[in-house]
């Protein structure tokens, strides 16, 4: 697709309630977006044209009205995308794209619930965190956060009596208060690990809330959305808990030793900014499709 006309309908602003609350600034596909228009260069040789919806802002925005909307963007995705040409996209949505695209699409998804050919995991991430001063251990590992998932009930019934363990209920949402978002990160920075089940999506943005925050992330779930597999060993700074092994966090946990649990963060430290912020995100999409033309 040839952006230099008019596409601004497939990009309008976010018009629901920041999520996560501390987020700032563009979210991953708007962060992308003006990625490409600072890169067209390193695009122009790329086999594949760019679809550059924002696929979040139209879902999100449409609240109850979603399914109209869908049937709004399919309408306008048949008279303006040629179904013979070769695309990418990327999304945020965990459930997007609802809509039907050219067969020869690429899609990197940071939510996982589409799956199929052709469709590459990527960070679920938003604006980072501020950066904070390490903390003194005092937790193995801490949870704080809601349970929008069964995961996240089978995890915390299995760590609820767990002297070590902090796990706070109060809900993780867009109009928390503001205490709630801050014992979030001081606990986190006091844990040695830091639980990051899935939810509705089959990724959190736990995982790379985490990392920023001085603790190595605990992945549980049914079946994992790893971003960059091709280049990264996901055991070397995460840990990753099988549903089946829910029962087991606390030994698997404790099992863990100091000298790998520094390793991991180290790893962490060497890895995140190149994989896991919106810059580095970016790049290493656009590398993927370098390594495809």
């Known amino acids: ?7 601004s309908w497939m990009r309008p602003p976010a018009l629901y309630p920041v999520y ?10 708007e962060y992308f977006f003006d990625f490409y228009q600072r890169n067209l260069y390193r695009f122009k040789d790329i086999e594949r044209e760019y679809i550059p919806l924002y696929w979040t802002n139209i879902y999100n925005n449409a609240g109850r009205k979603l399914e109209e909307a869908v049937f709004k963007l399919q309408d306008a995705i048949n008279k303006e995308i040629s179904p013979d040409k070769k695309y990418f996209t990327l999304s945020q949505h965990d459930d997007a794209p609802m809509n ?9 998804s940071a939510g996982g619930n589409k799956q199929g050919p052709g469709i590459h995991p990527i960070p679920l991430i938003c604006g980072p965190l501020v950066k904070q001063e390490k903390k003194e251990k005092e937790f193995l590992t801490s949870f704080v956060g809601s349970t929008s998932h069964p995961i996240r009930d089978e ?3 299995a760590l609820k009596d767990k002297d070590d363990v902090y796990v706070s209920q109060r809900g993780w949402d867009n109009t928390m208060p503001v205490e709630c978002v801050e014992d979030f990160i001081n606990t986190s920075l006091k844990s040695k690990f ?3 089940p899935r939810g509705y999506g089959l990724s959190s943005f736990r995982l790379y809330e985490a990392m920023q925050l001085d603790a190595v ?10 971003p960059f597999t091709h280049e990264l060993n996901w055991d070397d700074f995460c840990v990753m808990v099988k549903e089946e092994e829910i029962p087991n966090i606390h030994s698997i946990l404790n099992s863990i030793t100091d000298e790998k649990y520094e390793m991991m963060k180290r790893k962490i430290e060497e890895v995140y900014e190149n994989y896991f912020t919106l810059e580095g995100t970016c790049n290493k999409i656009l590398q993927m499709l370098e390594s495809e033309s």
Request: glycine share 2%; hydrophobic share 45%.
């Open 217 to 226: 992330p605990v992945y549980i779930s049914d079946h994992f959305w790893t």
């Open 20 to 29: 996560p609350p501390y987020h700032r600034g563009l979210y991953l596909e």
């Open 155 to 157: 995890m915390i019934d």
């Open 100 to 108: 039907v695209l050219p067969q020869n699409t690429v899609i990197f």
């Open 194 to 196: 830091v639980l990051c």
């Open 1 to 7: 697709m040839n952006i230099a006309h008019d596409t």
